[in-house]
């Protein structure tokens, strides 16, 4: 078998690879939206819950989730973005650096129901937040930190040293340089990053579960940070779980539909500003 033939079998495999994973892509999307979206409809994406009654809305859950989604990615990305600055412009190769680096990594393993655990033992129960929005969005950093960090990190390493030089020669200081020359340059996967984090978030059950709770507020859109934080995975978990309205099973379907459509749409809206910024980089 010469070269040629053994280049096209790889290729067709490849292709086939690639198939397969777009069918059960496209089979796991289907079934879902099949079941959920007759169900999706404005008194049920902003309407009430109702723990008894049938035909309740998910609108305090859907809200929560982006409430604690903004909360939790405010104090994340300013934190990850220093972190992954410092770690790849001013860290020295030494033994604190390796200490950080192998202190983020062995925190993007542990698993989300241990940071649950431990955000009910130091927010909800030491410093006395309950369960609350506040409670899970600070467990959510926790969650969100290693991803960024080593995100942040490995896109501002990907940069050209020359530009860094070029800048430095013009005569800019090294923070000048990192926040006019290096963090533009990086933005492109530090969003990417980003967008992957906070689908991720979106979608968490486990860490809320034990430090937002299971309820939600009185009020349909409850700024409180104090205020339960059911979301709408965890209201998904309930319902299947522990769920007494009669109608549980098609809440839920519309709960799965209504899920992979926000963290589409989410997902869209960063990838446009991204591809302006790519353009417009590209043409200065």
């Keep these: 078998m010469n070269a040629k033939v053994q280049n096209e079998i790889a290729k067709a495999g490849l292709w086939l690879v690639g198939f397969f994973i777009l069918g059960l892509l496209a089979a796991f999307l289907g079934y879902i939206l099949c079941k959920g979206l007759p ?29 604690m989604l903004f909360l939790s990615m405010a ?7 220093g972190a992954g600055i410092y770690l ?32 009910m033992i130091i927010f909800v129960n030491q410093l006395h937040l309950g369960f609350s929005i506040l409670g899970g969005s600070l467990t959510l950093v926790l969650l969100n930190l290693p991803m ?63 430090t937002a709770g299971t309820t939600v507020s009185r009020f349909l859109y409850d700024t409180d940070v104090m205020a339960g934080g059911e979301t709408l995975a965890v209201h998904l978990w309930y319902l299947l779980s522990a769920g007494l309205v ?19 749409v989410f997902n ?8 302006y910024f790519q353009r417009h980089s590209v043409g200065r």
């Design 39 to 67: 169900v999706l409809n404005l008194h049920f994406i902003f309407g009430k819950s109702s723990d008894i009654l049938a035909g309740g809305g998910v609108g305090s859950q859907l809200f929560n989730s982006f409430y």
């Design 75 to 81: 104090v994340s990305i300013p934190l990850a973005l």
């Design 88 to 119: 790849a412009e001013y860290a020295r190769e030494n033994r604190l650096t390796k200490c950080i680096r192998l202190s983020v990594e062995s925190l993007a393993t542990v698993p989300s129901i241990v940071l649950g655990l431990f955000g």
């Design 148 to 210: 960024l960090v080593r995100v942040t990190e490995e896109s501002i390493r990907t940069v050209p040293h020359d530009y860094e030089e070029a800048s430095l020669a013009l005569g800019a200081t090294k923070l000048q340089t990192v926040f006019k020359v290096i963090l533009p340059s990086a933005m492109p996967g530090i969003i990417t990053g980003i967008t992957l984090t906070a689908g991720r978030a979106l979608g968490e059950t486990a860490i809320l579960i034990f």
């Design 246 to 264: 009669p109608d549980r099973d098609t809440i839920a379907n519309g709960i799965g539909a209504l899920l992979i459509l926000t963290i589409l």
């Design 268 to 275: 869209f809206l960063l990838v446009l500003p991204l591809k």
